[in-house]
């Protein structure tokens, strides 16, 4: 299923823009205009190294729920945890929907591991010494354990902090990916629920936010929940969201509702 995240038939001009503009946050072209060299600075700086291991070398992968772009060796532990825990697709030969780019753009590897590798990163500014951050070269058994470490065990984060269930839906609402991937690190539920009964989902799918649909999805929302007025994010969809959640439903097998009368 999830290899086929795209509409089918997704070879089309939306689909071809999509993949070269993923293409460029991976290996950005030179541009005159500024706005894009400012976006290639970012893209040079934080997603051609590995999010990982910090290698240049085959830097061909991303992890769509997580948001980052990691080597090839460090693809392959990814995919070992499963696809609950990292949707690990290849940028050259995976069908990636303009959506899934669109998050990418607005994590890639500094946003994400500033969430990941807080206390790594927090450590390497006080000098400290701390378990940091993985060198390429380390062997598979050194780069097993991180990545178990860092995505699963989740080692480098600070668990203790309270989830602010508000401040959710509204990252949902404002379209704040790095604030909605920080909740999802930080094990929010989904599923909770605001004053109206609706999800986050609901939340990104009234205010027409595609890529807030889409992590959110990608991360295990469900579609089929309804909201105090009995409707399902989809019913409350408004632009660029609609289409979104559309594939989502169609992949998902039809629009059954489940109808929840209490605030979780
Ligand atoms: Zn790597």
Not at 62 to 74: A, Q
Not at 195 to 224: I, M, Q, R, Y
Request: charged share 25%.
């Amino acid at each position: 299923m999830e290899n086929k995240i795209a509409r089918s038939g997704s070879t089309s001009m939306v689909q071809k823009v999509a993949q070269d503009e993923l293409l460029n946050l991976l290996e950005p072209q030179m541009d005159s205009d500024d706005e894009e060299e400012a976006l290639d600075e970012f893209c040079v700086d934080s997603n051609s190294k590995c999010a990982d291991c910090n290698s240049a070398k085959h830097v061909a992968w991303v992890s769509l729920n997580l948001g980052v772009f990691v080597c090839i060796g460090c693809s392959g532990v990814h995919r070992s945890l499963g696809s609950h825990v990292s949707k690990v697709r290849s940028v050259q030969l995976d069908t990636i929907s303009a959506s899934q780019v669109l998050v990418l753009k607005r994590l890639g590897n500094q946003v994400v591991n500033r969430i990941w590798e807080e206390k790594v990163e927090l450590a390497q500014a006080a000098k400290t010494e701390v378990a940091g951050k993985m060198e390429p070269a380390q062997t598979t058994k050194a780069r097993e354990g991180f990545i178990l470490n860092k995505y699963v065990n989740k080692t480098f984060m600070d668990m203790s902090v309270p989830i602010i269930l508000a401040d959710f839906l509204k990252a949902a609402i404002t379209d704040d990916l790095p604030k909605l991937a920080w909740f999802v690190a930080h094990d929010v539920n989904l599923e909770a629920r605001g004053p109206s009964l609706e999800t986050a989902l609901h939340c990104a799918a009234l205010a027409g936010n595609a890529s807030a649909c889409e992590f959110l999805l990608l991360n295990g929302a469900k579609l089929d929940v309804v909201d105090a007025a009995g409707k399902t994010p989809l019913e409350v969809g408004k632009g660029a969201a609609v289409s979104v959640l559309q594939v989502w439903t169609e992949l998902g097998g039809g629009s059954k509702k489940v109808l929840i009368t209490e605030a979780i």
